[in-house]
């Protein structure tokens, strides 16, 4: 299974934006997605993260009052609704496949800029 990440741009503080995460193959009811994102000079960080097949969520406590994650099933599909975005939200975003050796980032990510 690949994943590609989709749905950045620039937007102003106080705005939303919703990322999209296409599964090009079958996703287990057990497998695990998440978004993480990796802000210039910073190490890459968790985001959020969804079971495919129960929907349990879980969230960074950066983002857990804002941010959405959600998943699609028919249409092999995890998104990422962000809303009252920050500055401090700006960073390259990536989903994820949790593997058993961990998580998968092969997939290109994509860009979210948030002016002040």
């Known amino acids: 299974v690949q994943l590609q990440a989709s749905g950045g741009g620039l937007v102003q503080a106080g705005d939303s934006l919703r990322l999209s995460c296409a599964a090009s193959?079958?996703?287990?009811?057990?497998?695990?997605v998440g978004w993480f994102r990796q802000a210039p000079g910073k190490e890459r960080a968790f985001v959020a993260a969804?079971?495919?097949?129960?929907?349990?969520?879980t969230y960074a406590d950066s983002v857990k009052d804002r941010f959405t994650i959600s998943r699609d099933r028919a249409e092999n599909t995890v998104y990422l609704q962000m809303n009252s975005l920050q500055p401090e939200d700006t960073a390259v975003y990536y989903c994820?496949?949790?593997?058993?050796?961990?998580?998968?980032?092969r997939g290109q990510g994509t860009q979210v800029t948030v002016s002040s």
């Open positions: 994820a496949l949790e593997r058993s050796m961990g998580w998968d980032y």
């Open positions: 969804i079971r495919w097949g129960v929907g349990t969520r």
């Open positions: 193959g079958r996703l287990l009811s057990s497998s695990r």
